[in-house]
């Protein structure tokens, strides 16, 4: 064959180089530049679109399994004397149920990795908002987003304490360890210590009343408006036994807000539901998006896991005639204890998996109000007949038939702390309640009590061990290892 | 940006080779003018039989031809004075004069040095056994085929030095893991690296959601010639930053010139759980008889405080719940025997200027529980074209179609084996009705009954390439390849399962599509310069992985038996997501030799990888090899015994990758939603300056053949040292995510390698009595040499210097006390004291315990015998302990009371405590109790001695007379086999078998399978 040089080309040739142009776009210049395509930078917060979806990652941490998703709300009542875990179960909670929690706890480490994973990022957000020169149009949509994000870490910070540090009043002036401070954003990688109790609760209450002032009033469902900063400020002022602020965003809250106490026939039914008339913050979940079988209603139903039950010495704390009883209903478990109690307060559980988490209720509200009114009563008498009322403002809506308290003092208080008790079981607030009032603990299971005396080590949790290992700077809680 | 111009100039420039060299063959003429044609016929000097395949070219000049079946061969030659070389594997080369002849007859001389010149596959090319300067060992397409194994990882077990293939589950379809010298990294990549016909291959589990898969898989091990594993610096180097692992190279069938072959192959067998009798399920009167002690033993209340008497402790039994009535054998429920099929086909032939390779498979096996099994079809095309003396092309492609079944196994619920280690035997499947028993919260019948979890994976792998010979000794060759494979999903649960229930059932439909590429340009030099040989290879490589992944799932389907979601009402999950990998390369091989004596194999290769920070992603890797052929020396020519003697040495660096695609970039993850809005989070943090992990191979080996090649073998000692190892090391969890990937420490494999390949007793004309023995076995230590902050406590095991990186860190369980029965434990290392408080115990290192193996190996002995064989591995796996990661919850002791999952394990029955005075190896039963047997109690006591032995493959073959029998085949034969029939477990009290992977932990995985499997091979 001769190859003449002025015929054309022959068409393979032509051919070859089309398929050589489209295999050489394959090495472009960026041919080993390559980004996570699930992925933004993090310089990219700009206007309040961006600060928007921020906020809403901030949030998202709040859901997770070890956080409201089920940890934080299981375990303090496992370890106090609301809950046990059935004898036929999946494993899940054993150490918390037999007072054997050890620092390399899944659960517990879940819960300060996705408490701080909202400090992180509500930090870093902070500081991204900070640096932006709001145009005048959109300075109240950044504030309430900048609010909200104040907000959250508090809460964040808030549970942290409860958690992982003794109460404010374990010492006189709060000055034992709380929890690593952090409330600005560096590039490099940190190591904190401790901050001191007392350290921590002031930036709690600095951002919740920072938040107060840059939020709206208006009531978003599963997420921070003004008057939710003022509920949770009135619960941060109760931990601190400051009982005039405490008296005073309680009555703020119950008297300025939207929110009203859910009538008693309305009452067992809105356990079904989502964000009632007396729900101020719930973390919020969703048909598609929940922590599946992982959620804390998977692990109340009994068509689901239900190997979470309620001691019958709870049930046994509720009158007759109280409707909150009916939220505990007696049963054999399939497989598991006889004449035990199985948990109604979490009924989505088995369906749709997606039972919000009721972070602070207006019933809370008039407790908070009736225990800051009766500690304050003890030296000024004038305050009890307001603690009184605000009881029985919560006992009779259940119970209508109940008489009425007269105690006065740490009778009252104590009688407050059992309706505590009552109204907020398997929410999440035993154990602390319990600690802060310097009470004793009596661990329940089906058949075996043990009881544990104040001050105790145990009553919080250890810090991870893979804090402990990856930062040298944090001090273990006495008593762990 | 100048690195990433000069990559693009470099992948121009390859691809356009690539075109330029299929252009070329359209319009170029033959560069050499045919002036002559000699013929002839090659035969062989043993018996004169003619020989097919033989490489007839010419001396000076580049026109080549092969002889076909009869041994025939033409060749051009221009002139009268050529000189015609022959070569053929096995024979001495000859040269021979035309001298003006038209016709030749040749008569090759078999070959003294047969170990010498076996070609082993080497990166890039071939070299006979006698350049190469590395270790390695290849292992031949026959050992692999028709194997009842669904990959050829699997049956390279004991057959390689230095190579350890461990089955963690007996999952047909799954990944086994494989490890070459020990372990290299702590978090990157451990697996070697896969070459088929060239071109890299990922081979993992490719698919989403199936508990476990292999590509490996998707190839057919009938159509590998064979699998050569590279061990050393001198062979993986220069595969730079993929090597770190070794290498191991898949080379596949080829059709020769002449007659067409045409193979079929068929397996039939069935296979049973391998160790399924240590561990049998205890009955309800066993298990009756250990609560009723439990019961009596207890004082957790006032109740049980009360109970002394069995008849007491039995009637408490049963109003708690116990069901004397029923009785069930989880074992019979879960467990089966399954039936495994094969069926081979292939065709094979061609002419001088074409060949080809043809084959189809197809392969099934089930699973030793119910439920569970794997489907295999594949097809195969290589093909080969000389287009003229200049010009070749080869193409290989293969498809595969997998099906696996996989019910999710280790900690989960619908895990079969956990099923069967941990199910009550009174609660009964089905209830009276014959319906499901709904009181099981994950009743196994309705798991794999009801539910669905299908996955299929389609695969395409191949390479396209062309070779142009610019001279006689300068080629340049330029090759594409693609590793395709689309894995489907499916998961479906049944609204009538526990999964299902909450949403009137749901379906999940996963997709992944990897679509990796690699493109190969090499220019190749070869010539021989009287005693001096050099060969050149200068190269460069880019390839790029991209996994693309779509996820949908959907709730409330609208009748039973109806699966895709297109029955359903609820959409549930939409998703997707993209990540991408790229790598370009430069390489730089060089061959030298003198007088066939001294060999000296060097390469160098620069690497530039996507995973990295822009400063620090190009890696620099080399090697050196040595090698002496002592046989070759005056001194040594006189002694008959040695045929073979080699000395050689190599060293040089290779690299691992980042596994993590993004590890090094900080970012906020964008896949957060709270209340159905989109928003994002912190994700990584950037941790720029991560370097390449390195890699430092040295290897000294001698091999020899001794009394007439009687007796060949390699002694191996090699040392990797490893540096810069990535691990994701936790920072303080403040910072928002709680690891980044530092560069923290280092580490070094070392050991002794030993093959022996023995022909004991052999038979002149290959039909009397013969005898072979194949041996290799491997020591293995590892050591950590460096690690940040020293020491670091990780799950079960302390990594500290100089330790190795499975050292075993727990509590120490120091047996019973006597006179209680009460389970004891030693407070701290110097085991003083024991405590029966598991709280007041410290863990601590274990001296001498390690999940990895002292060493390993096999032995095959082979006897034939006119046409019947006989040959036996086997697998040994000596010292390492394994953990037993469930044993907390089998072992409850009475803690679990009458739970669905409380059984006790059939040992804890046979070695329990009784009364004062037994020595038992485990406590007292105590019902509701909480001294032992609770979950968290980890301890030594599941920790078991590994060893074990395996007679891991035994087939009797019967080659049947076809000219006797006038079988219209050119041969037949017919076997039986058995898979992993016996083995010996050092430790008596171990429940399971003791194969896991090299982490040692024993994770409720199925248990391989015992197979006996008939067959049949016929040649047309």
Not at chain 1, 258 to 273: C, F, I, K, M, Q
Not at chain 1, 434 to 449: C, E
Not at chain 2, 317 to 323: E, P
Not at chain 2, 643 to 654: H, M
Request: include cysteine; glycine fraction near 8%; charged fraction near 20%.
């Amino acid at each position: 064959m001769h190859h003449n040089p002025n015929m054309t080309m022959p068409k393979p040739f032509w051919n070859s180089l089309v398929l050589s142009c489209c295999l050489l776009l394959g090495c472009g210049d960026s041919f080993l530049d390559e980004q996570n395509p699930q992925s933004v930078g993090f310089d990219h917060i700009k206007d309040v679109e961006s600060l928007t979806a921020a906020t809403t990652g901030v949030y998202s941490n709040f859901n997770a399994v070890n956080y409201y998703g089920r940890t934080f709300i299981v375990t303090p009542e496992l370890i106090g004397d609301n809950t046990f875990i059935s004898f036929r179960n999946g494993g899940r909670y054993l150490n918390h149920d037999r007072f054997a929690v050890t620092n390399g706890d899944g659960a517990v480490t879940g819960a300060w990795t996705a408490m701080y994973r909202v400090v992180a990022n509500a930090n870093l957000a902070l500081s991204a908002a900070e640096a932006i020169d709001w145009p005048v149009g959109q300075q109240q949509e950044a504030n309430q987003l900048v609010g909200e994000l104040l907000a959250c870490r508090a809460l964040a910070y808030f549970d942290l304490q409860r958690f992982f540090a003794q109460p404010y009043n374990f010492t006189a002036d709060a000055a034992h360890p709380g929890v690593p401070l952090v409330t600005g954003h560096s590039s490099d990688i940190i190591s904190p210590s401790r901050a001191t109790t007392a350290e921590v609760y002031q930036q709690i209450v600095a951002d919740l009343l920072r938040a107060e002032q840059l939020l709206q009033p208006q009531v978003k469902d599963g997420y921070f408006g003004r008057y939710a900063a003022q509920a949770l400020l009135a619960k941060v002022y109760l931990y601190m036994e400051d009982w005039q602020n405490a008296e005073k965003y309680a009555t703020l809250v119950i008297e300025q807000a939207p929110y009203s106490l859910l009538t008693r026939d309305v009452y067992v039914g809105s356990w079904a539901e989502k964000f009632s008339s007396e729900s101020i913050l719930e973390i919020g979940f969703t048909e598609t998006s929940n922590n599946g079988a992982n959620s804390i209603g998977y692990l109340t139903e009994q068509a689901a896991y239900g190997e979470l039950l309620a001691t019958k010495d709870l049930y046994d704390s509720y009158a007759e005639g109280d409707v909150r009883k009916t939220l505990f209903e007696p049963g054999d478990r399939v497989g598991g204890e006889s004449d035990t109690y199985f948990i109604r307060k979490y009924p989505r559980g088995a369906t749709t998996r997606d039972d919000n988490a009721k972070v602070l209720r207006l019933s809370e509200i008039y407790l908070i109000r009736a225990e800051a009114r009766a500690e304050m009563g003890k030296t000024d008498a004038s305050k009890n007949p307001g603690a009184q009322e605000d009881l029985m403002t919560i006992i009779h809506r259940a119970n209508p038939d109940a008489s009425e308290v007269s105690a006065v003092g740490d009778a009252l208080v104590l009688l407050i702390l059992d309706e505590r008790r009552r109204e907020l079981a398997v929410e999440g607030n035993r154990l602390f309640d319990l600690n802060r009032k310097k009470q004793p603990l009596v661990h329940r299971g089906h058949d075996a009590a043990t009881e544990y005396t104040y001050p105790n080590n145990r009553f919080i949790m250890p810090i991870p061990y893979s804090e402990i290992n990856a930062n040298p700077n944090v001090e273990q809680n006495p008593g762990w290892n | 940006m100048k690195i990433s111009k000069r990559i693009r100039e470099t992948c121009s420039l390859g691809m356009l080779l690539l075109c330029l060299i299929m252009t070329w063959s359209v319009f170029l003429p033959d560069p050499v003018n045919a002036q002559q044609t000699v013929t002839g016929t090659v035969v062989s000097n043993v018996d004169g039989a003619p020989l097919p395949g033989v490489t007839v070219s010419l001396k000076q000049g580049i026109a080549n031809s092969i002889t076909d079946d009869n041994g025939y061969f033409r060749i051009s030659v221009p002139d009268g004075s050529a000189v015609i070389v022959f070569a053929y594997l096995g024979y001495d080369s000859q040269e021979v004069p035309v001298q003006n002849r038209q016709s030749l007859q040749v008569r090759l001389q078999q070959s003294e040095h047969l170990i010498d010149e076996v070609q082993i596959t080497v990166p890039y090319g071939n070299q006979t056994r006698r350049s190469f300067t590395g270790s390695a060992t290849t292992v031949r397409g026959e050992d692999l085929a028709d194997r009842p194994r669904t990959s050829f990882q699997t049956s390279l077990q004991g057959n390689v030095a230095g190579l350890q293939v461990m089955e963690s589950t007996g999952q047909p379809g799954a990944a086994p893991t494989v490890r070459l010298r020990g372990i290299t990294s702590f978090d990157a990549n451990n697996a070697p690296l896969y070459v088929v016909d060239g071109v890299p291959m990922l081979t993992q589990n490719v698919s989403g959601l199936a508990f476990s898969s292999n590509s490996g898989a998707g190839i057919n091990p009938n159509d590998i010639e064979s699998v050569t594993v590279l061990k050393d610096a001198s062979a993986t180097s220069i595969y730079g930053s993929q090597a770190a692992n070794g290498v191991i190279m898949i080379t596949t069938k080829n059709g020769k010139a002449g007659r067409t072959d045409i193979n079929f192959s068929a397996n039939y067998g069935i296979n049973r759980i391998s160790t399924g009798e240590r561990n049998k399920p205890l009955s309800t009167s066993e298990m009756t008889e250990l609560l009723v002690e439990g019961v009596i033993n207890s004082e957790i209340n006032d109740a049980l405080r009360a109970i002394t008497t069995p008849e007491a402790a039995y009637e408490y039994l049963l109003n708690q719940g116990l069901n004397p009535n029923i009785n069930t054998d989880w074992y019979d429920v879960i467990v089966q025997t399954g039936q495994y099929q094969q069926y081979n086909l292939s065709a094979s032939g061609g002419t001088e200027k074409t060949r080809f390779f043809l084959s189809g498979n197809y392969y099934t096996q089930d699973a030793v529980t119910k439920g569970q099994g794997f489907e295999r079809k594949t097809g195969r095309l290589n093909i080969q074209h000389q287009a003229n003396e200049r010009l070749s092309f080869n193409g290989r492609i293969s498809a595969a179609a997998q099906k696996l079944n996989t019910i999710p196994g280790a900690g989960t619920g619908q895990n079969p084996m956990r099923s069967l280690n941990r199910l009550v035997p009174w609660l009964a499947p089905y209830d009276e009705n014959g319906g499901y028993n709904m009181s099981i919260t994950h009743n196994p019948e309705l798991v794999r009954l009801e539910n669905r979890y299908e996955t299929n994976i389609y695969q395409a792998v191949g390479n396209v390439s062309a070779e142009y010979k610019l001279l006689k000794s300068l080629a340049i060759e330029s090759r594409a390849g693609i590793d395709f494979s689309f894995s489907d999903d499916f998961r479906y649960w049944s609204p009538l399962s526990r999964d299902g229930m909450g949403s009137n059932g749901r379906g999940m439909q996963y997709d992944r599509t990897w679509n990796n590429w690699t493109v190969t340009n090499l220019l190749k030099f070869n010539e021989h310069f009287s005693d001096w040989g050099i060969n050149v290879t200068l190269g460069q490589e880019a390839s790029r992985r991209n996994l693309k992944s779509v996820s949908t799932q959907a709730n409330n389907y609208v009748a039973e038996d109806l699966y895709t979601l297109a029955n359903t009402s609820e959409p549930y999950i939409a998703w997707s997501s993209e990540s991408h990998a790229s790598l370009a390369s430069y390489f730089l091989i060089g061959n030298f030799d003198y007088a066939e004596k001294y060999y000296l194999n060097a390469s160098v290769r620069r690497d530039g990888s996507s995973r990295f920070g822009q400063d620090v992603r190009y890696g620099n890797f080399w090697s050196i090899g040595l090698a002496w052929n002592l046989h070759k020396e005056g001194f040594l020519q006189g002694i008959d015994v040695i045929n073979q003697l080699k000395l050689r040495a190599s060293i040089g660096t290779s690299g691992n990758q980042l596994g993590d695609y993004y590890g090094a970039l900080g970012y906020y993850s964008t896949n957060q939603n709270y209340l159905n809005l989109p928003g994002f989070a912190i994700g990584q943090i950037e941790s720029g300056s991560l370097r390449w992990e390195r890699n430092r191979p040295l290897d000294v080996g001698l091999e020899f053949a001794l009394f007439n090649n009687r007796l060949d073998g390699a002694v191996d000692w090699y040392s990797r040292q490893t540096s810069d190892l990535i691990q994701d090391m936790p920072i303080s969890h403040t910072n928002g995510v709680t690891s980044l990937n530092y560069n923290v420490g280092g580490m070094k494999n070392y050991g002794v390698e030993i093959a022996l390949n023995s022909r004991n007793i052999v038979s002149k004309d290959g039909q009397g009595f013969a005898w072979s023995t194949n041996f290799n076995i491997t020591t293995q230590h590892n050591k950590v040499t460096a690690y940040q902050d020293g020491r670091r406590v990780e799950g079960r095991f302390l990594r500290e210097v100089g330790g190795d990186f499975y050292q075993f860190y727990l509590r120490e369980y120091a047996g019973v006390n006597p006179q209680t029965g009460e389970a004891l434990w030693y407070t701290n290392s110097s085991r003083d004291a024991t405590t029966t408080a598991y709280n007041e115990a410290a863990p601590y290192k274990l001296e001498g315990k390690s999940a990895l193996a002292d060493f390993f190996g096999g032995i095959t002995n082979t006897f034939s015998y006119k046409g019947v064989s006989l040959s036996a591995l086997v697998y040994f796996n000596w010292g390492g302990s394994v953990y037993d990661v469930w044993g907390q919850y089998t072992q409850s002791d009475g803690s679990a009371r009458l739970s669905e999952t409380g059984a006790i394990s059939r040992k804890a029955y046979e070695n329990r405590w009784q009364q004062p005075g037994d020595d038992a190896a485990y406590p007292k039963i105590v019902y509701g109790g909480s001294q032992s047997g609770l979950t968290g109690q980890e301890s030594t006591r599941f920790l078991y001695d590994g060893s074990y032995i395996r007679l891991r493959d035994v087939t009797l073959s019967y080659q049947l007379p076809a000219d006797q029998l006038r079988l219209p085949f050119r041969s037949t034969t017919v076997y039986v086999r058995g898979n992993n029939l016996y083995t010996y477990v050092k430790d008596d009290l171990l429940p399971f078998d003791p194969e896991t992977d090299i982490s040692g932990l024993l994770d409720q995985n199925l248990p391989i399978a015992r197979q006996f499997v008939f067959g049949i091979n016929v040649r047309f």
